[in-house]
């Protein structure tokens, strides 16, 4: 496919025919028109901000085929398969294939009749494909999730460090390598180690407007899952992270006996399994994943409602990149998390016991107690979040400390009562036991220390034990008391502690909330409504879904790829009766509009 005329307005026109959007979102115009014109660029978006269209369209303008490599082999499927959809000649070569599918391909590239290709990192480092390349016209380099590049994130991939040899073998050939991740660090590695230190660097805002942000007090954390989902999300697709591949087994049950469809997924299952499972979230309509963080790199299901975290994530990098997995499409989607004293604690200890190096160690530490920081923030969810992320905000409306602001209470007194109760223990008791010397319960293990006898017994009996647990929470989050796991997870005061126990320093902390039962609020969020739609409209507009189900059943990809929700509501409002009224709808490019126009004004003209 080439396109005549030059500049930007070639850009539009693709973004027009080929996949039928008016206009370019952010960025992507002036990236475009970067890469087009054969320069370098890095680009940082947050998920589900349009990527895939700053190196789809240049390699779409350029000579020759466009480059992406992308660790996401099992995802390579439905990436071509939309673009052909939209008329795009793509392919992919990977380990999934036979000899002869790959070598057919390899022709196809050598004679020039592909406009993308998708190579994995490490089939791309055979000195056979490189010679392929070598042989064929090529438009552009896309490495798409480059921060795989980086040693201290979560998705490092050692084949990754290699792709600098593009550089070198290729130095005529414009490169763009493309992350949701935003942190500073990770970009410094990624510019240095794919020799993109030249490279334009375009930032996008990491604002996702449309995510509402939710982190709530753990009490009885699957239970509270359950009420969220179907209070806020029956129905509807959506992510469970949890931490271990166990719970995430245990969490699937659950939500099944519960009449929740849920598959689980992690890296523990066989492949076809997991596969399967994954194939199946794409392609049906509500279905909930719990997962292990295996789950969702690259995921670009556009309409998932809701990410829930059941257990603290390490980092907010993670959390921020699992979050952003919901409502892609720009509709309204929640972001849910539980969170207690647990988590805190077996975070630390995950850490402490860790084989890694003192230095990584301490990048960990750092990493924790930044995503605790979060938690406990008094101030609006998204600008914290932001902030992290080195770009400033404004009070959002849409977080749960905006919507329904926390009490914050000088804790000092609370505090010094906890941190000397500890002290007088002998730093040798775990939290439980602390508590119930604070509250004054006589207990057989409290008898037998007579820690009946001690000044502080009791002297926390005006608070509940969920009271006291929160403050605990708040108080190893704040790094005055440590856990020793070496010895039955005893509290131990740190250095920090002194001059709050001296009475030097005041303490502020957020005032334990009780959980309470989520309720569709009304349900829609303010800005994010969905124009509702009326008797008439909602009929074809259901008529509609049953004909994608069957389309993309006929044509074995997911719904989303033959039309999105959004596209078909727009449709049902329309009502277009030919395929000139049928043009202009958002997500309607010229290939969609010759394969399926006449069979959407048919079906528009049967309801009369
Ligand atoms: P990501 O940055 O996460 O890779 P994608 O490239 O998958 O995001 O894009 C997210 C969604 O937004 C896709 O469904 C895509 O078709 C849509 N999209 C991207 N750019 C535009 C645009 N300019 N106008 C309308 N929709 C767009
Ligand atoms: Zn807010």
């Known amino acids: 496919m080439t396109h005549p005329s030059s500049g930007s307005t070639r850009a539009l026109d693709v973004l027009e025919t080929v996949f039928g959007y008016p206009a370019f979102r952010g960025q992507q115009a002036e990236i475009i028109e970067h890469v087009a014109q054969g320069g370098d660029a890095l680009v940082l978006m947050p998920t589900g901000g349009g990527k895939s269209l700053c190196y789809q369209i240049p390699a779409l303008l350029r000579d020759g085929v466009g480059v992406v490599i992308s660790p996401l082999i099992a995802l390579m499927q439905d990436q071509v398969d939309a673009l052909a959809e939209v008329g795009v000649r793509a392919a992919f070569l990977n380990s999934t294939q036979t000899f002869e599918e ?15 290709v998708y190579v994995a990192p490490e089939r791309l480092m055979t000195p056979r494909c490189l010679e392929l390349l070598q042989a064929s016209r090529i438009a552009l380099f896309a490495i798409d999730e480059a921060h795989c590049v980086s040693q201290w994130g979560h998705d490092f991939r050692p084949e990754y460090i290699k792709l600098s040899v593009l550089h070198e073998r290729f130095p005529q050939v414009p490169r763009i390598a493309l992350t ?21 660097q375009f930032v996008s805002s990491f604002d996702r407007p449309n995510i509402r942000y939710q982190i709530v007090e753990k009490a009885n954390g699957r239970k509270q899952l359950l009420d969220f989902i179907q209070g806020e999300h029956a129905g509807d697709a959506g992510i469970v992270y949890c931490l271990s591949r166990k719970k995430v087994e245990e969490t699937a049950d659950f939500l099944n006996a519960s009449g929740i469809t849920a598959l689980p997924y992690h890296a523990g299952m066989e492949y076809a399994q997991r596969s399967a499972n994954q194939a199946r979230f794409l392609r049906e309509e509500g279905i909930v994943m719990t997962a292990t963080i295996a789950f969702g790199m690259g995921i670009d299901k556009p309409d998932v409602r809701f ?30 998390m539980a969170y207690g004293l647990q988590d805190v604690v077996q975070q630390r200890r995950m850490i402490a016991e860790s084989e890694a190096d003192e230095t990584f160690k301490r990048v960990l530490g750092v990493k924790l107690d930044a995503m605790l920081g979060l938690c406990e923030t008094l101030a ?5 979040l932001l902030d992290y992320f080195g770009q400033g905000s404004e ?25 000397s109760t500890v002290y007088r223990v002998d730093q040798r008791f775990a939290g439980g036991h602390v508590i119930e010397v604070l509250r004054g319960i006589e207990t057989e293990r409290i008898q037998q220390w007579r820690h009946d ?4 017994f009791g002297i926390g009996a005006d608070k509940s034990e969920a009271e006291w647990r929160a403050i605990l929470r708040q108080v190893i989050a704040l790094g005055l008391i440590a856990v020793d796991y070496e010895s ?37 969020q303010k800005g994010y409504e969905e124009s509702t739609l009326s008797a008439e409209e909602q009929a074809l507009f259901d008529k509609l879904r049953w004909w994608r189900v069957e389309t993309a059943r006929k044509n074995n990809v997911p719904a989303y790829v033959i039309f999105h ?8 409002k329309a009502r277009p009766r030919s395929i000139d009224d049928l043009r202009g709808v958002t997500g309607v490019g010229e290939k969609k509009l010759e394969t399926y126009g006449e069979q959407i004004v048919a079906l528009i003209a049967e309801l009369g």
């Not at 391909?105 to 004679?111: T, V």
């Not at 006898?453 to 502080?456: A, M, N, P």
């Open 180 to 200: 949701a991740t935003a942190d500073q660090q990770t970009r410094d590695e990624i510019a240095h180690r794919l020799q993109l230190d030249d490279a334009l």
């Open 453 to 456: 006898q001690l000044s502080t």
């Open 395 to 419: 009070r959002c409306g849409n977080c749960d400390t905006c919507l329904s602001p926390p009490i914050s209470f000088d804790g000092t007194v609370a505090v010094q009562k906890l941190l």
């Open 380 to 384: 609006c969810r998204r600008v914290h």
């Open 565 to 572: 929700d959004a596209t078909l509501r727009e449709i049902a």
């Open 488 to 524: 039955y997870s005893a509290l131990k005061l740190t250095d920090a502690a002194r001059p709050v126990l001296r009475g030097a320093q005041a303490v502020q902390l957020r005032q334990y909330q009780k959980p309470v039962k989520t309720k569709r609020d009304s349900g829609k």
């Open 307 to 336: 990410v829930a975290h059941l257990d603290l994530p390490k980092s907010i990098e993670g959390y921020y990149q699992e979050t952003g997995r919901a409502g892609r499409d720009g509709g309204p989607a929640n972001a849910w």
């Open 102 to 116: 790959s070598s057919r391909i390899e022709r196809q590239l050598r004679d020039g009749e592909l406009d993308l």
